[in-house]
């Protein structure tokens, strides 16, 4: 059990998404949405922390009447909108999205550039969007990639060709390119179907955690954090207090302070919410 000192000296609570605060079809609790409310008077901050695009992001902050900064796609961008000013952004190097793009076209892979705003495609590359996985994005078809080189925050390549697929993979890394990571994977839903994630190094949840904290000036034992997947190891590797959802990946859970006994279908991030409260009042 958690002390009421330890949880009345909590400032800011950062949600990751999809799993945790939305429920399987995509929809916040209405017990959260009220305690959100409630704490909200009382001076605690909230924040979310996800993989997805800002444009997939901003619905869900608008309804929590969220304020400040959102960590999106893993920590690339921390954006409370498009229109605001961001305080941290990891766009990729012009140069090597156009080396991307020449690589995609010569093996004939389908190649996708993702923005705060949207992902963009081109009529050769229209079936990326049917096997791209990104809750809630926007995907907007252009004629040209040639205006849309700036800010590039991830490049998504998809291609039936392992070897092919593999072989960009090596061409976007060291010592071709400097401080990109490229992250290969096989398609658990399509058969036969490889992607290739390519962004800046250094990016990910917890780090953008640490950005936003110094933004605020909030130290990082003052903050609380909900995860329930791979992705969220980075928020769970840091000094905040820590809570996995019920229905959160082992590791997580290992590495969890509290385990709701709901899950993201049962409203769980209800549990440590009405417990903050309690303390807060």
């Not at 929590?64 to 190097?93: A, C, M, N, V, W």
């Not at 949207?118 to 078809?141: C, D, M, R, W």
Request: charged share 25%.
């Amino acid at each position: 059990m958690l002390s009421k000192e330890l949880l009345r000296r909590i400032e800011l609570v950062v949600f990751d998404l999809d799993g945790t605060l939305l429920d399987d079809n995509g929809n916040l609790g209405e017990e959260t949405k009220a305690l959100v409310k409630e704490l909200s008077k009382l001076g605690v901050k909230f924040s979310i922390a996800t993989g997805r695009l800002l444009s997939a992001v901003t619905e869900y902050a608008d309804l929590l009447e969220i304020e400040i900064p959102l960590i999106t796609l893993d920590g690339t961008l921390i954006q409370r909108t498009p229109s605001k000013e961001s305080i941290f952004e990891s766009y990729l190097p012009k140069k090597y999205v156009s080396r991307a793009l020449r690589l995609a076209d010569k093996y004939l892979l389908k190649i996708a550039l993702c923005h705060n705003s949207a992902i963009y495609f081109t009529e050769e590359n229209s079936h990326v969007p049917l096997f791209l996985n990104k809750f809630g994005a926007k995907y907007q078809q252009v004629t040209s990639y040639e205006n849309f080189l700036d800010e590039t925050l991830e490049i998504v390549i998809v291609g039936d060709y392992q070897e092919s697929v593999k072989y960009v993979a090596k061409k976007m890394t060291f010592p071709y390119t400097i401080g990109i990571r490229s992250s290969y994977y096989k398609s658990q839903t399509y058969g036969g179907t490889y992607y290739l994630e390519i962004r800046k190094m250094g990016c990910s949840k917890g780090e953008g955690l640490r950005k936003l904290l110094s933004h605020l000036k909030i130290k990082m034992n003052n903050t609380a954090v909900f995860g329930d997947w791979y992705n969220d190891k980075s928020l769970f590797d840091t000094d905040a207090l820590k809570i996995a959802m019920a229905n959160a990946v082992p590791e997580i859970k290992k590495m969890a302070d509290i385990v709701t006994k709901r899950t993201n279908n049962e409203d769980g991030t209800a549990e440590f919410l009405k417990m903050l409260l309690q303390a807060k009042k």
